[in-house]
């Protein structure tokens, strides 16, 4: 599998396939919505965030959006995860795990101090996270009030 930064038409794809994901990722929490999506990827594209993508020979099997993160409570650079995301034929495979060192080494030579990322209650990719080394560190709560 042949990991690499993608190029600008790949990232345009790219872009729309991560809109399309938001449900699954979420665990149903954000709905996929193009101009949500939109909203919420391009500043970060803009921002200095890219993708890194898993090839099987010319075919996109996963990706990594990463970039940096804009949290003012971080007193070191801190790098994202933004989105990680394997195709279901290609899961269970270590393709995820393999995008997920690439973005660090990636985040470390850039000169960022640690990495964090964010994961919905439920997603799978949480236990693969905690295997890699990542810990909770907060909670996020919310209430509907409507």
Known sequence: ?????????ETNSLLHM???????????????????GMNMFVPLLNSGAYY???????TIAGWVLLGPDF????TRKTGSIIALYV??????????????????????????????????TGNPAK????????KEISSIMEMDIN
């Not at 991560?18 to 949500?36: A, C, L, Q, R």
């Open 87 to 120: 195709f279901p034929q290609y899961r269970k495979a270590g393709i995820g795990k393999q995008l997920m060192n690439k973005a660090m080494q990636e985040l470390k030579s850039e000169g960022y101090h640690k990495v964090q990322l964010n994961v919905f």
């Open 71 to 74: 949290n003012p409570m971080n």
């Open 1 to 9: 599998m042949k990991i690499r930064k993608a190029t600008q038409n």
């Open 18 to 36: 991560t809109i399309n994901t938001m449900n699954e990722s979420s665990m149903g929490t954000v709905k996929n919505d193009f101009h949500t």
């Open 127 to 134: 236990s693969l996270y905690k295997r890699l080394g990542f």
């Open 52 to 58: 890194l993508i898993a090839l099987d020979k010319q």
